[in-house]
């Protein structure tokens, strides 16, 4: 079947099977590789994309329910070769290591910030349940929360 779908800001179509998820529409028929596919069962975050607006796991949707629909994902952070203030904020707090989940966080993150530029602890680890991380304990994670709200809002931290 023929889906099309606005990623990224531009209208994109390719073929697929009915029962094939956004995450392997995205990865696999439009060539976008940054949404990580762990675990397909909605446990782990590391798929998150936005669809209309709402972070979603793209492995729990059909790619033939995001007909018509606008998806953003992890590769619209960036800006040509220039990190995201959020993902340079991972890097700097160490909250990258093998690095699997942090598309899926940078997701998440931004998408916090942009509803609560000044999370709380709570509202950070609240926001970010979904997310599943195996290497950092949790703290750098956080640590590059702050950071990137601090930044946003012109201070250090
Ligand atoms: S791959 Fe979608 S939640 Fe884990
Ligand atoms: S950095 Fe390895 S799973 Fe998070």
């Known amino acids: ?22 995450l392997t529409f995205l990865r696999e028929e439009l060539g976008l590789p940054g949404s990580k596919n762990a675990c397909e069962q909605g446990e782990c975050g590391s798929c998150s994309v936005w669809l209309d607006g709402e972070v979603v796991c793209s492995c729990l949707v059909l790619a033939a329910q995001a007909e018509g629909r606008e998806v953003r994902t992890v590769e619209a952070l960036s800006d ?14 160490g909250a990258v290591q093998c690095g699997f989940c942090t598309p899926g966080l940078g997701v998440g993150v931004t998408d916090l910030l942009e509803r609560d530029p000044a999370p709380t602890e709570g509202a950070i680890r609240e926001a970010l349940s979904g997310n599943l991380c195996r290497c950092t304990g949790y703290q750098k994670i956080i640590d ?5 709200a601090g930044r946003a809002r012109g201070r250090p931290a």
């Open 1 to 22: 079947m023929l889906v099309r779908l606005n990623v990224n800001g531009e209208w994109q179509e390719a073929d697929t099977w009915p029962g094939a998820s956004l």
């Open 80 to 93: 040509g070769g220039s990190l995201h203030p959020v993902q340079a904020a991972f890097v700097e707090a």
């Open 144 to 148: 590059a929360v702050r950071l990137a």
